[in-house]
């Protein structure tokens, strides 16, 4: 399935990534699960042969320009907030009793991405793009919230 905006410029991940992609998802699927399966067309598009050295020369030209990297971080930044957003609805449309935290949703949201540059930056490193999603998988398993809830919701009291 090619990713909306794919022919927009910019970064793997700026062209990959769509908040609205969250609300494809199953409605009770837990928060960390959805963001995980949601960072899945960040694989598929640098795991995709034929694009990669295109990406990959991208992603290398926004890294060295503080200036690009700077806008590239702002969108980033953006995009989590709403990403954030985008959670918080499903919360309430599971339970419009639930009263979501902000303020732990953007973190859940920003833990998640996290833990995708990390897989990412280490499958550059390593030159094993491949084994992106597993190590994706094995990074967000380890950081997985313990929570019974799911983080996002806070019932009033």
Same mark, same amino acid.
């Given at each position: /399935?090619? $990713?909306? @905006? $794919?022919e927009? !410029? @910019?970064?793997p991940l700026?062209r990959?990534?769509?908040?609205?992609?969250?609300?494809?998802?199953?409605?009770?699927?837990?928060?960390?699960d959805c963001l995980?399966?949601?960072f899945d067309?960040?694989?598929? =598009?640098?795991?995709?042969e034929? @694009? &990669?050295? %295109?990406?990959?020369?991208?992603?290398?030209?926004v890294q060295?320009? !503080?200036?690009?990297?700077?806008? %590239?971080?702002?969108r980033a930044?953006? #995009?989590?907030?709403? /990403?954030?957003e985008?959670?918080?609805?499903r919360?309430?449309?599971?339970?419009? *009793?639930? &009263? !979501?935290?902000?303020?732990v949703?953007?973190?859940? =949201? @920003? *833990?998640?991405? *996290?833990?995708?540059?990390? $897989?990412?930056? %280490?499958? #550059? &490193?390593?030159g094993?793009?491949?084994?992106l999603g $597993? &190590?994706?998988?094995r990074?967000m398993?380890?950081?997985? !919230?313990?929570?019974a809830e799911?983080?996002?919701?806070?019932?009033?009291?």
């Open positions: /399935m090619p $990713a909306p @905006g $794919a927009e !410029p @910019g970064s700026r990959s990534l769509c908040p609205t992609w969250l609300d494809t998802r199953p409605p009770h699927e837990p928060d960390w995980r399966r949601t067309v960040v694989v598929e =598009v640098l795991t995709d034929k @694009g &990669r050295a %295109h990406d990959l020369a991208v992603q290398q030209i060295e320009c !503080p200036a690009l990297h700077a806008a %590239h971080l702002e930044d953006r #995009l989590q907030e709403q /990403m954030a985008r959670l918080s609805a919360a309430v449309a599971r339970d419009p *009793a639930c &009263r !979501p935290d902000p303020v949703l953007r973190a859940v =949201v @920003g *833990a998640a991405f *996290a833990c995708l540059l990390s $897989a990412v930056s %280490h499958a #550059l &490193r390593d094993d793009l491949d084994g $597993a &190590r994706l998988d990074v398993e380890a950081l997985r !919230p313990s929570s799911p983080p996002a919701a806070s019932r009033p009291s």
